[in-house]
T-cell receptor
């Protein structure tokens, strides 16, 4: 398996622009997670899905952030409008089953820079 | 509020010596803990885990120790190798809920 695939790997955009990050989980995994990594806060869970349904989005920082999972093999994280403080590395992860005792498989991340 | 804390942003160790990475948590309900390793430009990869019913788990050169009374866990790497140079994240969860990650410790193993 190719693992979790994220695109783009790097994104540079200007403040106010819309940004869309994409993720393809590992085939057969029922859970998909979006994380944001910053120096100050480490890895923060933004939202996670189970069988394409959003389960917990309490980590989404503001209404400017939205995530969708239209099918089992694709998810997007959208920021509209983007702000400089959104600059971070965004990771997608998937898991075959998850009760807090299974590892998650992370993608390589998307480094977002908002100027 | 950080529920999982890694107070040492960086650590340097000589090759062959022991590396000890520390992690503290505040939530007494946490019952499962993991360590992830992250190389530059890659996503974190799972390294080792421990359940709260244990106080030690060993996997090759890696051992995780859990001190529930102190709400502290540590990762020991013996002997340390240059390929171990990476950022290490600890994570904790309670009752099967979401994982909370620390801010990471950057380990450099000097040849």
């Amino acid at each position: 398996d190719a693992g979790v695939i994220q695109s783009p790997r790097h994104e540079v955009t200007e403040m106010g622009q819309e940004v869309t990050l994409r993720c393809k989980p590992i085939s057969g995994h029922d859970y998909l997670f979006w994380y944001r990594q910053t120096m100050m806060r480490g890895l923060e869970l933004l939202i996670y899905f189970n069988n394409n349904v959003p389960i917990d989005d309490s980590g989404m920082p503001e209404d400017r952030f939205s995530a969708k999972m239209p099918n089992a093999s694709f998810s997007t994280l959208k920021i509209q409008p983007s702000e400089p403080r959104d600059s971070a590395v965004y990771f997608c992860a998937s898991s075959p089953s998850w009760r807090g005792s299974n590892e998650q498989y992370f993608g390589p991340g998307t480094r977002l820079t908002v100027t | 509020d950080q529920q999982v804390k890694q107070n040492s942003p960086s650590l340097s160790v000589q090759e062959g010596r022991i590396s000890i990475l520390n992690c503290d948590y505040t939530n007494s309900m946490f019952d499962y803990f993991l360590w992830y390793k992250k190389y530059p430009a890659e996503g974190p990869t799972f390294l080792i885990s421990i359940s709260s019913i244990k106080d030690k788990n060993e996997d090759g050169r890696f051992t995780v120790f859990l001190n529930k009374s102190a709400k502290h866990l540590s990762l020991h790497i013996v002997p340390s190798q240059p390929g171990d140079s990476a950022v290490y994240f600890c994570a904790a969860s309670a009752l099967g809920n979401q994982f909370y990650f620390g801010t990471g410790t950057s380990l450099t193993v000097i040849p």
